[in-house]
């Protein structure tokens, strides 16, 4: 079992960065595939980036490709979500997410193919 704990949400204006965390204890990090979700408010939770636990391929949704950038570093235990160009459309309650296997085709997009989850931290992107 793994625990995950996020930070690094804040207020950001239209345009500028932000650096997400998310700490990991229990297990090893590199043996899970990995995600980050985020949820505005009334709406569903999407997932927003995705890094697979073997060979490390990263997977974006549309549209944060080119912005976000999804990393971890195995030594500290501690995934990654670079936020650069932010958009007010990025706002809402960030969750990482992770899951002890290999996600086949489309499902890494899924939140019901992840087992763990952290708290979430708020990010909120104003124009």
């Known amino acids: 079992q793994v625990q995950l704990v996020e930070s690094g949400g804040g207020l950001v204006q239209a345009g500028g960065s932000l650096r997400l965390s998310c700490a990991a204890s229990?297990?090893?990090?590199?043996?899970?595939?990995m995600g980050w979700f985020r949820q505005a408010p009334g709406k569903e939770r999407d997932v927003v980036a995705v890094i697979s636990r073997s060979s490390g391929r990263t997977y974006y949704t549309d549209s944060v490709k080119g912005r976000f950038t999804i990393s971890r570093d195995n030594a500290k235990n501690t995934l990654t979500l670079q936020m650069n160009n932010l958009k007010t459309e990025d706002t809402g309650v960030y969750y990482c997410?992770?899951?002890?296997?290999?996600?086949?085709?489309?499902?890494?997009?899924?939140?019901?193919?992840?087992?763990?989850w952290g708290q979430g931290t708020q990010v909120t992107v104003s124009s």
């Open positions: 229990g297990r090893t990090l590199s043996a899970y595939t």
């Open positions: 997410a992770a899951v002890w296997a290999e996600l086949p085709g489309s499902s890494w997009s899924l939140p019901s193919s992840y087992d763990y």
